[in-house]
């Protein structure tokens, strides 16, 4: 499709000369009657550019077309093109030719620089000839006192030399032809039809840049502003009347570009003060074959800024689901590590629903991550809610969305919920054993059925691989009635139970040191990893680790800080000082842990419900501060403390 063509206006061009060359030029005003209004004005000098002023002010005219001194003087002293007819070979040869029939001896007067093709046509035309500049009026009317005194009686020149040659008692031949001036009138016809085409651009460009919250200002080579638009005028002041061809760096010091022309480079992203406003500023140099002309600032609020980013983040929540990490990054090589790798790496190449348990630290999630990005699912989205972390109310929002209106608070537009947006890729339900029983029946009918029915909505098909974690005892659960039946056997179809650290041997040493050169960074390789690892072996062994692997980090990172801190860290004393480092090693010392495993549970337990208590106690009761301290939902802290006082209270009653 062709697109459309751009209307043409007439031109507009005022022809300002005198005498002979205005007569010339009116004479072919009439062939360009149908193309252009053309205005002749006999004026010179002043007169001439006060009235060509006049009707550039009032926007009636493109093009001036002028001619020798007049001409010069009109481009130096107006804003539009002025077209100036020169002066030709062909020119000079005619006119030396016509005045050859009146006198031998002719003069050529020109404004300022000579004719460079005369001493050729000299010799061809075999004349006395005399080439003359002049630079005023009275310049030119001594130079005909001279050469009438020397015998020169002939003058060939522009219209004005003719008129005053005249008034010395000379002969005039005007020196322009017919064609040199047809000539002229078509270059300015062109150069109207540009300046209109420009403006025409040049509106549409403002019409976008007044539209922009984004404040714009462009200067050129000399750092002159050329345009603004009205957002600079409301994040800095500067306004288009005010700020047009003057100094930036006068208008507002902050704003100036001059670093851009002295290294030729953008400055990008700068976050700046301008009058009292925090701003973030660009600077880019515009290039025209290799040089820089110009520059543009751009000005952003940074408030406006802050607002769309948390806005991108928003949505990049909800369109950008991604799992980060793959079997490979799992450390560990105890046979029990290795088993439940082997185990998820063949459950991948399914599309069955996977159930993974494993105590609070244990990595399920990173087991999960790797089967998504190990399955034929990788390109598609993953994504992860914890759903003891989300309240009851909001949970179902969440999982299955709603439409817009669906209940009071409700987001306008609706929200697709986590399903859909799993739509071809992966699902992670963590901690599936805190989901509430009336939220398990949609889930059931959900993982049947593939479709899901967002609240206030349609049903709407889904393609999701589902893949469950949980550190409960979903099976005792059942038992509890806390966890529906039906739903336990339709997420237990394939199922994973990863290791506890105390259950990974040597795997607690590996960790350790690759644990701690992550915390340390750019230190690690200054210090003796490995060293330290094989003094605190004992230490690290012999704890029981209820917090698993999760617990390890923390401990590994107190570890980092103070050994960043000083190089002699542990360097003697080592027990003394881990007493005030790592109490929890020493919290059961003189209770080692039991040999066999239900009593190491019931051990490992009871240390873990300790340090809860321990937990809530040094943050004055605050639930959510001794949950964040321990790296536990609220939920699950709250849950652990309530079991493990229905179990001492179920003791108590037998």
Same mark, same amino acid.
């Given at each position: 499709?062709?697109?459309?063509?751009?209307?043409?206006?007439?031109?507009?061009?005022?022809?300002?000369?005198?005498?002979? /060359?205005?007569?010339?030029?009116?004479?072919?005003?009439?062939?360009?009657?149908?193309?252009?209004?053309?205005?002749?004005?006999?004026?010179?000098?002043?007169?001439?550019?006060?009235?060509?002023?006049?009707?550039?002010?009032?926007?009636?005219?493109?093009?001036?077309?002028?001619?020798?001194?007049?001409?010069?003087?009109?481009? *130096?002293?107006?804003?539009?093109?002025?077209?100036?007819?020169?002066?030709?070979?062909?020119?000079?040869?005619?006119?030396?030719?016509?005045?050859?029939?009146?006198?031998?001896?002719?003069?050529?007067?020109?404004?300022?620089?000579?004719?460079?093709?005369?001493?050729?046509?000299?010799?061809?035309?075999?004349?006395?000839?005399?080439?003359?500049?002049?630079?005023?009026?009275?310049?030119?009317?001594?130079?005909?006192?001279?050469?009438?005194?020397?015998?020169?009686?002939?003058?060939?020149?522009?219209?004005?030399?003719?008129? %005053?040659?005249?008034?010395?008692?000379?002969?005039?031949?005007?020196?322009?032809?017919?064609?040199?001036?047809?000539?002229?009138?078509?270059?300015?016809?062109?150069?109207?039809?540009?300046?209109?085409?420009?403006?025409?651009?040049?509106?549409?460009?403002?019409?976008?840049?007044?539209?922009?919250?984004?404040?714009?200002?462009?200067?050129?080579?000399?750092?002159?502003?050329?345009?603004?638009?009205?957002?600079?005028?409301?994040?800095?002041? @500067?306004?288009?009347?005010?700020?047009?061809?003057?100094?930036?760096?006068?208008?507002?010091?902050?704003?100036?570009?001059?670093?851009?022309?002295?290294?030729?480079?953008?400055?990008?992203?700068?976050?700046?003060?301008?009058?009292?406003?925090? @701003?973030?500023?660009?600077?880019?140099?515009?290039?025209?074959?290799?040089?820089?002309?110009?520059?543009?600032?751009?000005?952003? *609020?940074?408030?406006?800024?802050?607002?769309?980013?948390?806005?991108?983040?928003?949505?990049?929540?909800?369109?950008?689901?991604?799992?980060?990490?793959?079997?490979?990054?799992?450390?560990?090589?105890?046979?029990?590590?290795?088993?439940?790798?082997?185990?998820?790496?063949?459950?991948?190449?399914?599309?069955?629903?996977?159930?993974?348990?494993?105590?609070?630290?244990?990595?399920?999630?990173?087991?999960?991550?790797?089967?998504?990005?190990?399955?034929?699912?990788?390109?598609?989205?993953?994504?992860?809610?914890?759903?003891?972390?989300?309240?009851?109310?909001?949970?179902?929002?969440?999982?299955?969305?709603?439409?817009?209106?669906?209940?009071?608070?409700?987001?306008?537009?609706?929200?697709?919920?986590?399903?859909?947006?799993?739509?071809?890729?992966?699902?992670?339900?963590?901690?599936?054993?805190?989901?509430?029983?009336?939220?398990?029946?949609?889930?059931?009918?959900?993982?049947?059925?593939?479709?899901?029915?967002?609240?206030?909505?349609?049903?709407?098909?889904?393609?999701?691989?589902?893949?469950?974690?949980?550190?409960?005892? /979903?099976?005792?659960? =059942?038992?509890?009635?806390?966890?529906?039946?039906?739903?336990?056997?339709?997420?237990?179809?394939?199922?994973?139970? /990863?290791?506890?650290?105390?259950?990974?041997?040597?795997?607690?040493?590996?960790?350790?040191?690759?644990?701690?050169?992550?915390?340390?960074?750019?230190?690690?390789?200054?210090?003796? =990893?490995?060293?330290?690892?094989?003094?605190?072996?004992?230490?690290?062994?012999?704890?029981?680790?209820?917090?698993? =692997?999760?617990?390890?980090?923390?401990?590994?990172?107190? %570890?980092?800080?103070?050994?960043?801190?000083?190089?002699?860290?542990?360097?003697?004393?080592?027990?003394?000082?881990?007493?005030?480092?790592?109490?929890?090693?020493?919290?059961?010392?003189?209770?080692?842990?039991?040999?066999?495993?239900?009593?190491?549970?019931?051990?490992?337990?009871?240390?873990?419900?300790?340090?809860?208590?321990?937990?809530?106690?040094?943050?004055?009761?605050?639930?959510?501060?001794?949950?964040?301290?321990?790296?536990?939902?609220?939920?699950?802290?709250?849950?652990?403390?309530?079991?493990?006082?229905?179990?001492?209270?179920?003791?108590?009653?037998?």
């Amino acid at each position: 499709m062709k697109a459309p063509k751009q209307p043409q206006r007439r031109a507009r061009i005022a022809a300002i000369s005198y005498r002979g /060359l205005s007569r010339l030029i009116g004479s072919l005003t009439p062939e360009y009657a149908e193309r252009a209004d053309m205005t002749v004005i006999d004026k010179v000098f002043d007169e001439a550019t006060e009235i060509a002023r006049e009707l550039v002010m009032r926007g009636q005219v493109d093009v001036i077309l002028s001619a020798g001194a007049n001409g010069a003087y009109l481009a *130096d002293t107006l804003g539009i093109p002025v077209v100036r007819i020169p002066v030709t070979g062909a020119d000079v040869m005619r006119a030396l030719l016509k005045a050859r029939k009146m006198s031998d001896h002719i003069a050529v007067v020109t404004y300022q620089q000579p004719n460079s093709e005369l001493e050729e046509i000299k010799d061809l035309v075999n004349l006395d000839i005399e080439q003359r500049t002049y630079t005023t009026i009275d310049d030119a009317k001594e130079t005909f006192r001279e050469l009438a005194h020397r015998g020169f009686r002939v003058i060939v020149g522009s219209s004005l030399i003719t008129e %005053l040659a005249e008034r010395e008692g000379l002969t005039g031949i005007l020196v322009y032809s017919r064609n040199s001036v047809r000539s002229t009138i078509e270059d300015a016809l062109e150069i109207a039809q540009i300046r209109y085409t420009e403006e025409q651009r040049a509106e549409r460009i403002n019409a976008i840049l007044s539209h922009l919250n984004e404040g714009v200002v462009a200067v050129d080579a000399e750092q002159k502003v050329l345009l603004t638009n009205p957002a600079m005028e409301t994040l800095a002041g @500067v306004t288009a009347e005010n700020a047009r061809g003057r100094r930036l760096e006068d208008l507002v010091p902050e704003l100036a570009v001059g670093e851009v022309f002295r290294h030729g480079h953008a400055s990008l992203g700068r976050v700046e003060k301008i009058n009292k406003r925090t @701003v973030v500023t660009n600077r880019i140099p515009i290039r025209s074959d290799g040089d820089i002309t110009g520059a543009v600032l751009t000005i952003q *609020d940074a408030q406006a800024i802050s607002r769309a980013d948390r806005s991108i983040r928003s949505r990049n929540r909800r369109t950008k689901f991604l799992a980060k990490y793959e079997f490979g990054d799992i450390a560990g090589r105890s046979p029990a590590v290795l088993r439940a790798r082997e185990l998820c790496e063949q459950y991948a190449e399914t599309d069955a629903t996977v159930l993974i348990t494993g105590e609070t630290g244990t990595g399920k999630e990173l087991f999960v991550q790797g089967i998504h990005n190990a399955s034929r699912r990788r390109n598609a989205p993953f994504v992860a809610v914890n759903c003891g972390a989300i309240p009851d109310n909001l949970l179902e929002s969440e999982l299955f969305g709603y439409e817009e209106g669906a209940f009071t608070g409700s987001r306008r537009g609706g929200q697709t919920g986590l399903f859909e947006l799993a739509h071809t890729g992966t699902i992670c339900l963590d901690e599936i054993g805190e989901m509430p029983v009336s939220l398990q029946t949609r889930l059931l009918r959900v993982l049947q059925e593939k479709v899901v029915l967002p609240l206030g909505g349609d049903p709407v098909p889904i393609d999701v691989r589902v893949v469950a974690a949980t550190n409960c005892d /979903l099976k005792q659960a =059942v038992e509890d009635g806390t966890f529906r039946r039906d739903l336990y056997y339709r997420l237990n179809i394939l199922q994973v139970n /990863l290791p506890s650290l105390r259950e990974r041997g040597d795997d607690v040493l590996l960790l350790s040191a690759k644990l701690l050169r992550d915390k340390l960074g750019s230190l690690a390789g200054e210090r003796d =990893v490995d060293g330290l690892v094989e003094r605190l072996a004992p230490y690290l062994q012999a704890h029981a680790w209820p917090g698993n =692997v999760r617990e390890l980090e923390n401990v590994m990172e107190r %570890l980092a800080v103070l050994w960043a801190e000083s190089e002699d860290f542990l360097s003697r004393n080592v027990e003394r000082q881990l007493r005030t480092i790592v109490p929890e090693f020493f919290a059961a010392a003189d209770t080692p842990p039991p040999e066999d495993a239900d009593s190491l549970k019931e051990f490992v337990e009871r240390t873990e419900i300790q340090r809860i208590r321990d937990a809530v106690e040094e943050c004055h009761g605050n639930i959510s501060e001794a949950a964040r301290k321990l790296q536990l939902s609220r939920t699950t802290l709250w849950r652990k403390l309530r079991r493990h006082d229905q179990e001492g209270a179920t003791a108590t009653a037998e």
